[in-house]
Protein backbone atom coordinates (compact mmCIF):
# COMPACT_ATOMS: atom_id res chain seq x y z
CA UNK A 1 0.00 0.00 0.00
CA UNK A 2 1.28 3.27 -0.69
CA UNK A 3 0.53 6.39 1.27
CA UNK A 4 1.43 9.98 0.60
CA UNK A 5 1.71 12.91 3.22
CA UNK A 6 0.36 16.26 2.29
CA UNK A 7 1.56 19.17 3.25
CA UNK A 8 0.33 22.97 3.39
CA UNK A 9 1.95 25.23 5.59
CA UNK A 10 0.85 28.45 6.48
CA UNK A 11 3.04 31.36 8.44
CA UNK A 12 1.39 30.38 11.51
CA UNK A 13 -0.54 26.43 10.36
CA UNK A 14 0.49 23.42 9.31
CA UNK A 15 -2.48 21.31 7.42
CA UNK A 16 -1.71 17.81 6.69
CA UNK A 17 -3.65 15.08 5.06
CA UNK A 18 -2.34 11.09 5.00
CA UNK A 19 -3.83 9.36 1.84
CA UNK A 20 -3.77 5.97 1.01
CA UNK A 21 -3.34 6.07 -2.61
CA UNK A 22 -4.66 2.83 -4.38
CA UNK A 23 -8.17 3.64 -3.01
CA UNK A 24 -7.35 7.24 -2.84
CA UNK A 25 -8.76 7.25 0.64
CA UNK A 26 -8.13 9.65 3.94
CA UNK A 27 -6.21 7.74 6.53
CA UNK A 28 -5.91 10.95 8.72
CA UNK A 29 -5.76 14.75 8.78
CA UNK A 30 -4.96 17.75 10.97
CA UNK A 31 -4.29 21.14 11.60
CA UNK A 32 -1.94 22.75 13.76
CA UNK A 33 -2.86 26.67 14.12
CA UNK A 34 -0.96 29.55 16.05
CA UNK A 35 2.45 28.36 15.64
CA UNK A 36 5.02 30.94 17.55
CA UNK A 37 2.62 32.06 19.71
CA UNK A 38 2.03 31.24 23.28
CA UNK A 39 -0.82 27.87 23.22
CA UNK A 40 -0.91 26.10 19.71
CA UNK A 41 -3.87 24.17 18.98
CA UNK A 42 -3.36 21.51 17.18
CA UNK A 43 -6.41 19.11 15.95
CA UNK A 44 -5.83 15.49 14.52
CA UNK A 45 -8.58 13.37 13.00
CA UNK A 46 -8.20 9.89 12.31
CA UNK A 47 -10.78 8.16 9.80
CA UNK A 48 -11.44 4.79 9.53
CA UNK A 49 -13.93 3.04 7.93
CA UNK A 50 -15.97 6.15 6.92
CA UNK A 51 -15.65 6.91 10.93
CA UNK A 52 -14.02 10.08 12.00
CA UNK A 53 -12.97 10.79 15.50
CA UNK A 54 -10.90 13.82 16.35
CA UNK A 55 -8.29 14.70 18.67
CA UNK A 56 -7.93 18.06 20.14
CA UNK A 57 -5.20 19.75 22.40
CA UNK A 58 -3.54 23.09 23.03
CA UNK A 59 0.44 23.27 23.23
CA UNK A 60 3.05 25.57 22.68
CA UNK A 61 4.38 24.99 18.85
CA UNK A 62 7.25 26.99 18.79
CA UNK A 63 7.94 26.85 14.96
CA UNK A 64 6.87 24.25 11.63
CA UNK A 65 9.93 21.74 13.08
CA UNK A 66 7.85 21.77 16.29
CA UNK A 67 5.14 21.02 14.43
CA UNK A 68 6.05 17.76 12.59
CA UNK A 69 7.02 16.46 15.91
CA UNK A 70 3.21 17.66 17.44
CA UNK A 71 2.00 15.69 14.16
CA UNK A 72 4.16 12.70 14.58
CA UNK A 73 2.88 12.44 18.00
CA UNK A 74 -0.31 12.51 17.49
CA UNK A 75 0.05 9.83 14.57
CA UNK A 76 2.18 7.52 17.14
CA UNK A 77 -0.73 8.40 19.96
CA UNK A 78 -3.82 8.61 18.11
CA UNK A 79 -2.97 6.34 14.74
CA UNK A 80 -2.83 5.26 11.85
CA UNK A 81 0.31 4.48 12.50
CA UNK A 82 2.94 6.13 10.20
CA UNK A 83 5.23 2.81 10.02
CA UNK A 84 2.71 0.53 8.69
CA UNK A 85 1.16 3.35 6.46
CA UNK A 86 4.84 4.97 5.46
CA UNK A 87 4.50 7.85 3.24
CA UNK A 88 6.85 7.27 -0.09
CA UNK A 89 6.55 11.01 -0.81
CA UNK A 90 5.53 13.86 0.86
CA UNK A 91 3.94 16.52 -1.56
CA UNK A 92 3.87 20.37 -0.48
CA UNK A 93 1.53 23.21 -2.24
CA UNK A 94 3.44 26.14 -2.86
CA UNK A 95 1.72 29.00 -3.96
CA UNK A 96 4.34 30.95 -6.25
CA UNK A 97 5.83 29.04 -9.21
CA UNK A 98 6.58 31.74 -10.77
CA UNK A 99 7.81 31.62 -14.77
CA UNK A 100 9.50 29.01 -13.87
CA UNK A 101 7.20 25.90 -12.32
CA UNK A 102 4.90 23.93 -14.35
CA UNK A 103 4.76 20.85 -13.09
CA UNK A 104 5.27 19.02 -9.62
CA UNK A 105 8.96 19.40 -9.26
CA UNK A 106 11.16 17.22 -6.51
CA UNK A 107 12.35 19.16 -3.75
CA UNK A 108 16.39 20.22 -4.75
CA UNK A 109 18.54 22.64 -2.54
CA UNK A 110 18.35 24.43 -5.94
CA UNK A 111 14.55 24.27 -6.23
CA UNK A 112 14.47 25.97 -3.04
CA UNK A 113 16.24 28.71 -3.59
CA UNK A 114 14.34 29.54 -6.60
CA UNK A 115 11.28 29.26 -4.24
CA UNK A 116 12.88 31.60 -1.84
CA UNK A 117 13.95 34.05 -4.91
CA UNK A 118 9.95 34.17 -5.87
CA UNK A 119 9.03 35.61 -2.70
CA UNK A 120 8.73 39.10 -3.54
CA UNK A 121 5.67 37.78 -5.57
CA UNK A 122 4.00 36.35 -2.66
CA UNK A 123 5.46 37.04 0.80
CA UNK A 124 2.92 36.17 2.83
CA UNK A 125 2.70 32.33 1.21
CA UNK A 126 6.39 31.26 -0.12
CA UNK A 127 8.28 31.81 2.81
CA UNK A 128 5.90 29.98 4.78
CA UNK A 129 5.69 27.46 2.27
CA UNK A 130 9.37 27.19 2.50
CA UNK A 131 9.97 26.84 6.26
CA UNK A 132 7.18 23.22 5.99
CA UNK A 133 9.27 21.62 3.44
CA UNK A 134 12.71 22.71 5.67
CA UNK A 135 11.33 20.93 8.81
CA UNK A 136 9.41 18.24 6.21
CA UNK A 137 12.31 17.32 5.20
CA UNK A 138 14.02 17.16 8.95
CA UNK A 139 10.93 15.10 10.20
CA UNK A 140 10.75 12.97 7.09
CA UNK A 141 14.51 12.61 5.71
CA UNK A 142 14.34 9.27 3.73
CA UNK A 143 11.89 9.92 1.13
CA UNK A 144 11.29 12.84 -1.37
CA UNK A 145 9.61 15.98 -1.63
CA UNK A 146 7.30 17.21 -4.15
CA UNK A 147 6.31 20.98 -4.53
CA UNK A 148 3.04 21.31 -6.50
CA UNK A 149 2.67 24.79 -7.60
CA UNK A 150 -0.69 26.70 -7.15
CA UNK A 151 0.14 29.11 -10.39
CA UNK A 152 1.22 25.77 -12.22
CA UNK A 153 -2.05 24.83 -14.37
CA UNK A 154 -2.22 28.69 -15.53
CA UNK A 155 1.20 28.06 -17.56
CA UNK A 156 -0.64 27.71 -20.50
CA UNK A 157 -2.38 31.27 -20.77
CA UNK A 158 -0.79 33.18 -23.87
CA UNK A 159 0.70 36.57 -23.81
CA UNK A 160 -2.58 38.33 -24.60
CA UNK A 161 -3.82 36.93 -21.03
CA UNK A 162 -1.37 36.61 -19.30
CA UNK A 163 0.40 40.37 -20.41
CA UNK A 164 -0.55 43.95 -18.36
CA UNK A 165 -0.82 46.71 -20.90
CA UNK A 166 2.21 48.96 -18.96
CA UNK A 167 5.60 49.48 -20.09
CA UNK A 168 6.83 45.72 -21.43
CA UNK A 169 10.17 46.37 -20.32
CA UNK A 170 9.38 47.14 -17.03
CA UNK A 171 6.78 44.50 -16.48
CA UNK A 172 9.59 41.74 -17.78
CA UNK A 173 12.47 43.19 -15.08
CA UNK A 174 10.02 42.75 -12.25
CA UNK A 175 8.16 39.71 -13.58
CA UNK A 176 5.12 41.61 -13.32
CA UNK A 177 2.07 39.77 -15.11
CA UNK A 178 -0.56 37.65 -14.83
CA UNK A 179 0.08 34.31 -13.09
CA UNK A 180 -2.98 33.29 -11.98
CA UNK A 181 -4.08 30.79 -8.81
CA UNK A 182 -5.88 27.65 -7.67
CA UNK A 183 -4.79 26.12 -10.08
CA UNK A 184 -4.72 22.75 -8.51
CA UNK A 185 -7.96 23.29 -7.91
CA UNK A 186 -9.20 24.63 -11.13
CA UNK A 187 -7.14 21.52 -12.95
CA UNK A 188 -9.10 19.35 -10.49
CA UNK A 189 -12.50 20.10 -10.50
CA UNK A 190 -12.38 20.54 -14.49
CA UNK A 191 -11.41 17.20 -14.82
CA UNK A 192 -13.83 15.56 -12.11
CA UNK A 193 -15.86 17.76 -14.75
CA UNK A 194 -14.98 15.88 -17.85
CA UNK A 195 -15.15 12.22 -15.72
CA UNK A 196 -18.20 12.80 -14.03
CA UNK A 197 -20.10 13.80 -17.56
CA UNK A 198 -18.36 10.74 -19.43
CA UNK A 199 -17.08 13.11 -22.07
CA UNK A 200 -13.67 13.65 -22.74
CA UNK A 201 -11.83 16.36 -21.82
CA UNK A 202 -10.04 17.34 -24.70
CA UNK A 203 -13.15 18.11 -25.82
CA UNK A 204 -14.93 20.16 -22.88
CA UNK A 205 -15.19 23.41 -22.57
CA UNK A 206 -15.27 24.57 -18.94
CA UNK A 207 -15.70 28.02 -16.33
CA UNK A 208 -14.95 26.85 -12.99
CA UNK A 209 -15.85 29.23 -10.09
CA UNK A 210 -13.67 28.26 -7.28
CA UNK A 211 -15.73 30.57 -4.71
CA UNK A 212 -13.92 30.21 -0.85
CA UNK A 213 -12.71 32.71 0.91
CA UNK A 214 -10.61 33.34 -1.60
CA UNK A 215 -12.36 33.24 -4.88
CA UNK A 216 -11.27 32.52 -8.73
CA UNK A 217 -12.40 32.04 -12.40
CA UNK A 218 -10.76 29.98 -14.89
CA UNK A 219 -11.71 29.26 -18.39
CA UNK A 220 -10.88 25.46 -19.03
CA UNK A 221 -10.07 24.55 -22.78
CA UNK A 222 -10.09 21.02 -23.64
CA UNK A 223 -8.24 20.58 -19.84
CA UNK A 224 -5.23 23.75 -20.66
CA UNK A 225 -6.01 26.97 -18.65
CA UNK A 226 -6.46 29.58 -21.00
CA UNK A 227 -7.59 32.48 -18.26
CA UNK A 228 -8.28 33.16 -15.03
CA UNK A 229 -9.03 36.19 -12.65
CA UNK A 230 -6.23 36.01 -10.09
CA UNK A 231 -3.34 37.87 -11.44
CA UNK A 232 -0.09 38.65 -10.29
CA UNK A 233 -0.75 38.07 -6.74
CA UNK A 234 -4.15 36.26 -5.83
CA UNK A 235 -5.85 39.82 -5.16
CA UNK A 236 -7.47 40.38 -8.08
CA UNK A 237 -10.13 39.35 -9.91
CA UNK A 238 -14.01 38.15 -8.02
CA UNK A 239 -14.73 39.87 -4.55
CA UNK A 240 -13.76 37.75 -1.67
CA UNK A 241 -14.29 37.61 2.10
CA UNK A 242 -11.74 40.10 2.66
CA UNK A 243 -10.49 41.42 -0.75
CA UNK A 244 -11.56 43.73 -3.46
CA UNK A 245 -11.00 41.96 -6.28
CA UNK A 246 -10.73 44.59 -9.46
CA UNK A 247 -10.91 47.72 -9.07
CA UNK A 248 -9.45 50.62 -11.02
CA UNK A 249 -5.66 50.93 -10.17
CA UNK A 250 -5.79 55.17 -9.63
CA UNK A 251 -8.10 54.26 -6.94
CA UNK A 252 -4.64 53.45 -4.71
CA UNK A 253 -2.74 56.81 -6.16
CA UNK A 254 -6.18 58.94 -4.85
CA UNK A 255 -6.29 57.17 -1.76
CA UNK A 256 -2.42 58.05 -1.63
CA UNK A 257 -2.47 61.06 -2.25
CA UNK A 258 -6.33 62.56 -0.78
CA UNK A 259 -6.36 60.09 2.40
CA UNK A 260 -2.45 59.93 2.92
CA UNK A 261 -2.78 56.24 2.65
CA UNK A 262 0.93 54.24 2.42
CA UNK A 263 2.01 51.26 0.78
CA UNK A 264 1.43 48.77 3.49
CA UNK A 265 -1.99 50.43 4.51
CA UNK A 266 -3.22 50.36 0.95
CA UNK A 267 -1.93 46.79 1.05
CA UNK A 268 -3.91 45.57 4.48
CA UNK A 269 -6.96 47.60 3.32
CA UNK A 270 -7.20 45.74 0.03
CA UNK A 271 -6.10 42.40 1.07
CA UNK A 272 -7.72 42.14 4.72
CA UNK A 273 -10.56 44.81 4.81
CA UNK A 274 -12.18 44.89 1.64
CA UNK A 275 -14.50 42.34 -0.23
CA UNK A 276 -17.36 41.58 1.59
CA UNK A 277 -16.13 42.34 5.03
CA UNK A 278 -15.60 46.08 3.61
CA UNK A 279 -18.58 46.12 1.79
CA UNK A 280 -21.07 44.71 4.68
CA UNK A 281 -18.90 44.81 7.80
CA UNK A 282 -18.99 40.63 7.72
CA UNK A 283 -16.88 38.79 5.98
CA UNK A 284 -18.45 35.09 5.41
CA UNK A 285 -20.96 34.86 2.96
CA UNK A 286 -23.18 32.58 5.77
CA UNK A 287 -23.40 35.99 7.71
CA UNK A 288 -23.77 38.30 4.50
CA UNK A 289 -26.47 35.84 2.85
CA UNK A 290 -28.42 35.66 6.41
CA UNK A 291 -28.52 39.40 6.91
CA UNK A 292 -29.28 40.40 3.44
CA UNK A 293 -31.97 38.02 4.22
CA UNK A 294 -33.09 40.32 7.57
CA UNK A 295 -33.07 43.08 5.60
CA UNK A 296 -29.77 44.59 6.10
CA UNK A 297 -29.11 47.60 2.91
CA UNK A 298 -24.95 46.65 3.47
CA UNK A 299 -25.45 43.47 3.26
CA UNK A 300 -27.87 43.02 0.19
CA UNK A 301 -25.46 45.06 -1.51
CA UNK A 302 -22.19 43.66 -0.94
CA UNK A 303 -24.20 40.55 -2.03
CA UNK A 304 -25.29 41.95 -5.42
CA UNK A 305 -21.46 43.35 -6.20
CA UNK A 306 -20.50 40.05 -5.51
CA UNK A 307 -22.78 38.26 -7.80
CA UNK A 308 -22.69 41.40 -10.23
CA UNK A 309 -18.49 40.49 -10.49
CA UNK A 310 -19.30 36.58 -10.75
CA UNK A 311 -21.92 37.13 -13.80
CA UNK A 312 -18.92 39.60 -15.16
CA UNK A 313 -16.23 36.91 -15.67
CA UNK A 314 -18.95 34.44 -16.37
CA UNK A 315 -19.70 36.43 -19.99
CA UNK A 316 -16.19 37.69 -20.64
CA UNK A 317 -15.35 33.60 -20.44
CA UNK A 318 -18.06 32.22 -22.79
CA UNK A 319 -16.61 35.02 -25.07
CA UNK A 320 -13.29 34.29 -24.75
CA UNK A 321 -13.67 30.61 -24.99
CA UNK A 322 -16.43 31.29 -27.81
CA UNK A 323 -19.10 29.53 -25.85
CA UNK A 324 -18.96 26.84 -22.96
CA UNK A 325 -20.24 23.50 -22.10
CA UNK A 326 -20.30 23.08 -18.40
CA UNK A 327 -20.10 25.94 -15.68
CA UNK A 328 -19.07 24.61 -12.28
CA UNK A 329 -19.21 25.58 -8.73
CA UNK A 330 -16.46 25.03 -6.24
CA UNK A 331 -14.96 25.59 -2.60
CA UNK A 332 -16.56 26.98 0.03
CA UNK A 333 -19.70 29.23 -1.21
CA UNK A 334 -20.12 26.91 -4.55
CA UNK A 335 -20.37 23.71 -2.96
CA UNK A 336 -22.83 25.56 -0.06
CA UNK A 337 -24.52 28.67 -0.86
CA UNK A 338 -27.82 27.67 -3.15
CA UNK A 339 -28.71 31.60 -2.96
CA UNK A 340 -25.08 32.43 -4.75
CA UNK A 341 -25.82 29.73 -7.48
CA UNK A 342 -29.09 30.64 -8.07
CA UNK A 343 -28.64 34.21 -8.53
CA UNK A 344 -24.92 34.39 -10.37
CA UNK A 345 -26.45 32.91 -12.69
CA UNK A 346 -30.19 34.27 -13.18
CA UNK A 347 -31.45 35.71 -16.30
CA UNK A 348 -28.82 34.05 -18.94
CA UNK A 349 -31.32 31.57 -20.47
CA UNK A 350 -30.61 33.02 -23.85
CA UNK A 351 -27.10 32.24 -23.48
CA UNK A 352 -28.14 28.67 -22.57
CA UNK A 353 -28.17 28.55 -19.29
CA UNK A 354 -31.02 27.22 -16.80
CA UNK A 355 -30.52 26.50 -13.59
CA UNK A 356 -33.47 23.60 -12.17
CA UNK A 357 -34.43 25.60 -8.23
CA UNK A 358 -35.00 22.04 -7.12
CA UNK A 359 -31.78 20.76 -8.04
CA UNK A 360 -29.55 23.58 -7.10
CA UNK A 361 -31.70 23.64 -3.74
CA UNK A 362 -30.70 19.53 -2.96
CA UNK A 363 -28.85 19.09 0.19
CA UNK A 364 -26.97 16.04 -1.79
CA UNK A 365 -23.10 16.03 -1.40
CA UNK A 366 -20.62 14.94 -4.43
CA UNK A 367 -20.81 16.24 -7.91
CA UNK A 368 -24.23 16.90 -9.24
CA UNK A 369 -25.66 18.21 -11.91
CA UNK A 370 -28.00 21.59 -10.74
CA UNK A 371 -29.04 22.64 -14.60
CA UNK A 372 -32.74 22.37 -16.22
CA UNK A 373 -32.79 19.03 -18.60
CA UNK A 374 -32.62 21.48 -21.32
CA UNK A 375 -30.27 23.92 -20.60
CA UNK A 376 -27.54 24.24 -23.47
CA UNK A 377 -25.03 24.61 -20.70
CA UNK A 378 -24.75 22.01 -17.80
CA UNK A 379 -23.97 23.54 -14.49
CA UNK A 380 -22.48 21.62 -12.13
CA UNK A 381 -21.46 21.34 -8.42
CA UNK A 382 -17.89 19.34 -8.21
CA UNK A 383 -16.12 19.57 -4.47
CA UNK A 384 -13.08 20.17 -5.17
CA UNK A 385 -10.06 18.32 -3.45
CA UNK A 386 -6.51 20.31 -3.57
CA UNK A 387 -4.82 17.91 -0.79
CA UNK A 388 -5.91 14.64 -3.41
CA UNK A 389 -4.86 16.29 -6.30
CA UNK A 390 -1.02 17.37 -4.69
CA UNK A 391 -0.87 13.74 -3.53
CA UNK A 392 -1.80 12.32 -6.88
CA UNK A 393 0.67 14.88 -8.54
CA UNK A 394 3.10 14.30 -5.67
CA UNK A 395 2.84 10.28 -6.61
CA UNK A 396 3.32 11.29 -10.40
CA UNK A 397 6.68 12.38 -10.27
CA UNK A 398 8.36 9.52 -7.62
P1 LIG B 1 -13.08 27.66 1.61
O1 LIG B 1 -12.07 28.77 1.51
O2 LIG B 1 -13.26 26.89 0.36
O3 LIG B 1 -12.88 26.79 2.83
O4 LIG B 1 -14.48 28.38 1.86
C1 LIG B 1 -14.74 29.07 3.04
C2 LIG B 1 -15.94 29.96 2.86
O5 LIG B 1 -17.08 29.19 2.49
C3 LIG B 1 -16.32 30.70 4.12
O6 LIG B 1 -15.85 32.02 4.07
C4 LIG B 1 -17.82 30.67 4.14
O7 LIG B 1 -18.32 31.96 3.97
C5 LIG B 1 -18.23 29.88 2.92
N1 LIG B 1 -19.34 28.97 3.20
C6 LIG B 1 -19.31 27.78 3.81
N2 LIG B 1 -20.56 27.27 3.91
C7 LIG B 1 -21.39 28.17 3.34
C8 LIG B 1 -22.81 28.25 3.12
N3 LIG B 1 -23.64 27.28 3.51
N4 LIG B 1 -23.30 29.34 2.50
C9 LIG B 1 -22.49 30.33 2.10
N5 LIG B 1 -21.16 30.31 2.26
C10 LIG B 1 -20.63 29.25 2.89
Not at 151 to 158: D, E, G, K, Q, Y
Not at 259 to 262: C, K, V
Given at each position: MSAVLVVNSGSSSLKYQLI????????ASGLIE?????TGSVKHTVTAGGDDETFRTTEPVADHTAAFRVMIAAFEQHGPSLQENAPVVVGHRVVHGGKRFFEPTVVTDLVKINIEDLSDLAPLHNPANLDGITAAQKAFPNVPHVAVFD????????PAAFSYAIDAELAEKNRVRRYGFHGTSHKFVSEATAAFLGRPLGDLKTIVLHLGNGASACAVDGGR????????????GLVMGTRSG?????VLVHLHRK????FDELDTLLNRRSGLLGLSGRGDMRDVVEAAGAGDDRAELALEVYLHRLKHYVGAYIAELGGVDAIVFTAGVGENSVVVRERSLAGLERLGISIDPERNASAERGARVISTDDSAVTVLVVPTNEELEIARQSLSVV
Open positions: EMEGESVLRIGEQTAFHSTLSSVDTSMGLTPLEDLDPAAGLG
